[in-house]
């Protein structure tokens, strides 16, 4: 099946840097993206990559590789305000719908 | 307003009992999705739609039923709730199903409990 890995927690100190990393099934990938959740909240989005390389937008940043498979979030100059879950999903050409990941939940430590 | 509504926002009902989670769109989006959102299983995708009358099931259709009459609503019916479905549901909707540069478009969920 179509599956995708994430690591379930990550804790990261306020004005630091924090990466999460994203492997997925290469059979019929399309693209990546990410979103992050508050508590309570709905899913919002955050971007996206098709190709490989570093895509950058404000504190945020995403990357991908094609070649390993593998992708990552990541979150510079981090805000309390970032504490929050964050997904990678993935759009599989063959199934014309996006698979989401379990999710990362970061904590931000003062 | 312009944006993607759910309601309710809060379901209780009983188990057996037959209930539907609205969802409505204003921007005249082509595509539109169910997901529901569990504790480690984070987001499935349940049903979703390219376009009115138009509908394909996702990794979890089993006991749910949706339609599209027109293509700013896709209701999700739960044909005889069970407790397994006690979950929080959201609608989704997109112009691509690439989810390029805008991706999708959550609305704010349902929270449903099956007793």
């Known amino acids: 099946g179509q599956s995708l890995e994430q690591p379930s927690e990550v804790t990261a100190v306020e004005g630091a840097i924090v990466q999460i990393n994203c492997t997925y099934q290469?059979?019929?990938?399309?693209?990546l993206s990410w979103y992050q959740q508050h508590d309570g909240g709905a899913p919002t989005f955050l971007s996206y990559?098709?190709?490989?390389g570093l895509e950058e937008t404000g504190r945020f940043s995403s990357f991908l590789s094609r070649s390993d498979s593998y992708g990552y979030l990541l979150l510079q100059e981090l805000q309390m305000k970032d504490s929050a879950s964050y997904f990678c999903?993935?759009?599989?050409?063959?199934?014309?719908?996006?698979?989401f990941g379990s999710g990362t939940r970061l904590s931000i430590r003062p | 307003d312009a944006g993607i509504t759910q309601s309710p926002r809060y379901k209780i009902t009983e188990t057996g009992r037959q209930v539907t989670l609205m969802c409505h769109q204003t921007?005249?989006?082509?595509?539109m999705f169910w997901y529901r959102q569990d504790l480690g299983h984070g987001l499935r995708l349940i049903y979703y739609?390219?376009?009115?009358?138009?509908?394909d099931k996702g990794e979890v259709p089993d006991g749910y039923v949706v339609s599209r009459s027109k293509t700013e609503n896709f209701p999700l019916t739960l044909e005889s709730a069970t407790r397994s479905q006690t979950s929080v549901y959201f609608c989704?909707?997109?112009?691509?199903?690439?989810?390029?540069?805008?991706?999708?478009?959550f609305g704010s969920g349902t929270r449903l409990t099956v007793v």
């Open positions: 989704a909707s997109s112009e691509s199903i690439s989810d390029s540069a805008e991706g999708y478009t």
């Open positions: 290469t059979s019929g990938f399309y693209g």
């Open positions: 990559n098709a190709l490989d």
């Open positions: 999903a993935v759009l599989y050409s063959s199934a014309s719908k996006i698979i």
């Open positions: 921007w005249s989006h082509s595509y």
């Open positions: 739609s390219a376009a009115a009358d138009i509908t």
